[in-house]
């Protein structure tokens, strides 16, 4: 389900695209093993991913020499803001990763608003369904999961 961003008065055209969920690195005890050689490795495995998303999404990337942007998170359950801000750092490292900005840092990569977020739910097994079932449900439910990111070239 691709969400529907109105575009801000007087914005050029936008690129619209879809990146995988990045691990919560607010709870990093949980997510990529509590360490910073995991954490270190799980960000290049995310990038990695994405970037390779970015690419095949877009085909030709362009470099925005100044953007903004603003995410929508599709998650399981809903997040605070504060973690939504947080789950947004790899996404942004990637962006500047694959070249589509410059730099992250705000005098060239803004964010516009907060991150908003659509909580799609949790599955769990039903008593009479086969544990493969379940899995395929679920796994139809986690190809939905990730970040919508518009982002487009600032005028001003």
Request: with cysteine; charged share 25%; aromatic share 8%.
């Amino acid at each position: 389900m691709r969400p529907v961003f109105p575009a801000p008065a007087g914005a050029p055209a936008h690129l619209l695209f879809r990146l995988p969920l990045p691990p919560n690195i607010a709870n990093p005890g949980r997510s990529v093993g509590g360490n910073w050689k995991a954490s270190h490795f799980a960000k290049k495995k995310y990038m990695a991913n994405a970037g390779a998303t970015i690419a095949q999404q877009l085909g030709n990337i362009p470099t925005l020499f100044k953007a903004d942007l603003r995410a929508t998170f599709h998650v399981r359950t809903p997040f605070d803001q504060d973690n939504l801000m947080r789950l947004l750092k790899w996404p942004l490292d990637t962006l500047t990763m694959v070249g589509l900005v410059r730099d992250d840092r705000e005098a060239y990569c803004r964010i516009i608003e907060l991150p908003t977020q659509v909580a799609i739910g949790r599955i769990r097994r039903r008593k009479t369904e086969s544990y493969q079932d379940y899995l395929v449900r679920r796994h139809k439910r986690d190809g939905k999961l990730g970040v919508w990111i518009q982002i487009w070239e600032r005028t001003r």
